[in-house]
T-cell receptor, first 110, second 110 residues
Framework: SQQGEEDPQALSIQEGENATMNCSYK?????LQWYRQNSGRGLVHLIL?????REKHSGRLRVTLDTSKKSSSLLITASRAADTASYFC??????????FGKGNQVVVIP | EPEVTQTPSHQVTQMGQEVILRCVPI?????FYWYRQILGQKVEFLVS????????KSEIFDDQFSVERPDGSNFTLKIRSTKLEDSAMYFC????????FGPGTRLTVL
C-alpha cells in the first residue's frame, strides 16, 4: 500500500521564519492531504491537493505536488509559535483510505 | 463550524473486555472511517463505511472489530475482546471529499 514519508523528521525554527517539509510516496494517488496534530490531540485537516494540481495555497500554507517524482512539499510562511505541531502527509489512492507518513515535528521558537 | 466528535476521550479497560468507541460524524458527510495511532507510530487506516456497509478494511480490522451506524448520527467501533496491543488512539473521520477527523479516543488496555 502507499506510504507517505515526510522529510525532515524534526525541524526547529525561529518565529517569523519559513518552514518547509517534504513527503514522498510510492504509488499512484488520487489526492494528497496534509494534516496537523498538536501533542496528544486530533488531526486537523490543512489542505488537499489533487493529482492533477501542481500547487495550492491556503493562507500561510503552500503545497506543491510533483507526481512525476511522487513527492509533495508543505511550506508554512511567517511561522508563529502556534504552528508548533506535528505535520503529516496522507495519500489517497481513490479508495478513500488514507496512508499516513510518520510526521514532521515542527517547533517554532518565539 | 461542524466537527466530528468522539466519546469517551479516554477509555481504560481490562484485557479481554469489550469496548465500544463512539463517534458523531459531520451531519452531511457520507463516508465514515476509523483510524488508529499506536503511541509513536503512524496513523493507520482501519475501516471505511459508506451506505450502511463496510467499503474498505485493512488487515488490522480482523474479526475482533466491528462497526455500526445504529442511528442517523452515531458511528461506533466495537472491539470484542481487547488485547494489550489494541492500546492506541482511535480516530473517527468523516468526509464528502476531504477527511475531517475527530479528537480521538485514547484506549488503554491493562
Amino acid at each position: 500500500s502507499q506510504q507517505g514519508e515526510e522529510d525532515p523528521q524534526a525541524l526547529s525554527i525561529q518565529e517569523g521564519e519559513n518552514a518547509t517539509m517534504n513527503c514522498s510516496y510510492k504509488t499512484s494517488i488520487n489526492n494528497l492531504q496534509w494534516y496537523r496534530q498538536n501533542s496528544g490531540r486530533g488531526l486537523v485537516h490543512l489542505i488537499l491537493i489533487r493529482s492533477n494540481e501542481r500547487e495550492k495555497h491556503s493562507g500561510r500554507l503552500r503545497v506543491t505536488l510533483d507526481t512525476s517524482k511522487k513527492s509533495s512539499s508543505l511550506l508554512i510562511t511567517a511561522s508563529r509559535a502556534a504552528d508548533t505541531a506535528s505535520y503529516f502527509c496522507a495519500t489517497d489512492d481513490g479508495n478513500n483510505r488514507l496512508a499516513f507518513g510518520k510526521g514532521n515535528q515542527v517547533v517554532v521558537i518565539p | 463550524e461542524p466537527e466530528v466528535t468522539q466519546t469517551p476521550s479516554h477509555q481504560v479497560t481490562q484485557m479481554g473486555q469489550e469496548v465500544i468507541l463512539r463517534c458523531v460524524p459531520i451531519s452531511n458527510h457520507l463516508y465514515f472511517y476509523w483510524y488508529r495511532q499506536i503511541l509513536g507510530q503512524k496513523v493507520e487506516f482501519l475501516v471505511s463505511f459508506y451506505n450502511n456497509e463496510i467499503s474498505e478494511k485493512s488487515e488490522i480490522f480482523d474479526d475482533q472489530f466491528s462497526v455500526e451506524r445504529p442511528d442517523g448520527s452515531n458511528f461506533t467501533l466495537k472491539i470484542r475482546s481487547t488485547k494489550l496491543e489494541d492500546s492506541a488512539m482511535y480516530f473517527c473521520a468523516s468526509s464528502v471529499y476531504e477527511q475531517f477527523f475527530g479528537p480521538g479516543t485514547r484506549l488503554t488496555v491493562l
